[in-house]
């Protein structure tokens, strides 16, 4: 099993500028999650899904962020505006069912200049 | 809203000595996850409690949930240089949804030195 495979690592991007970040979850887990980690805030839940369906985006910070699933092995998290606030490392996580333990990618490093 | 806090933020210990870091959600928790992150790495699972005042043992480690379900420990015996990183608690969060919807707790980054 490969684990949840996110792209890319690292990630350097100028103030205004869009920024995709990827994500590839274990085959067979039915949610997946974005976490964003800073020193500040911590490990904060931004959107998860179930069955590829958006459940709860409450945690998505402004509309510059948006994500999506189109299928069960894809997802994507963008920014558009990306803004120096936004670095970060964003990690994606996915798990088999409810009550289950989350499997987590090796996370992007975003830094906004 | 809910917190998960966690205590000690950091902590610096001998290899060899014992470690011990405190959970506490302002919330009932129907089970309890800990994940260790090692540096530049990412959160890894370690153990699910459920029950009530229960225990659970994982080589040196020793995992406790409260008898209120609202509190949580992590015991490292005698300390291994392989132990440095953050140990996070994580719950349910209170506001529904998936029981794997997680909060997670503010983190205790543990160093040792050999």
């Known amino acids: 099993d490969a684990g949840v495979i996110q792209s890319p690592r690292h990630e350097v991007t100028e103030m205004g500028q869009e920024v995709t970040l990827r994500c590839k979850p274990i085959?067979?887990?039915?949610?997946l999650f974005w976490y964003r980690q800073t020193m500040m805030r911590g490990l904060e839940l931004l959107i998860y899904?179930?069955?590829?369906?958006?459940?709860?985006d409450s945690g998505m910070p402004e509309d510059r962020f948006s994500a999506k699933m189109p299928n069960a092995s894809f997802s994507t998290l963008k920014i558009q505006p990306s803004e120096p606030r936004d670095s970060a490392v964003y990690f994606c996580a996915s798990s088999l069912g409810e009550d289950q333990k989350l499997f987590f990618g090796s996370g992007t490093q975003l830094s906004v200049l | 809203g809910q917190q998960v806090m966690q205590i000690p933020q950091y902590q610096h210990v001998q290899e060899g000595e014992d470690f011990t870091t405190y959970c506490n959600s302002s919330?009932?928790?129907?089970?309890i996850q800990w994940y260790k992150q090692r540096p530049g790495g990412h959160p890894v699972f370690l153990i699910q409690?459920?029950?009530?005042?229960e225990v659970k043992k994982q080589k040196r480690l020793t995992f406790q949930f409260g008898e209120a379900k609202k509190n949580s420990s992590l015991h490292i015996t005698a300390t291994q240089t392989t132990d440095v990183g953050t140990y996070f608690c994580a719950g349910p969060t209170s506001e529904g949804g998936a029981t794997n919807k997680l909060i997670f707790g503010t983190g205790t980054l543990l160093a040792v030195q050999p």
């Open positions: 899904f179930n069955n590829n369906v958006p459940i709860d």
């Open positions: 409690l459920v029950k009530s005042g």
């Open positions: 919330t009932t928790l129907s089970n």
């Open positions: 085959s067979g887990h039915d949610y």
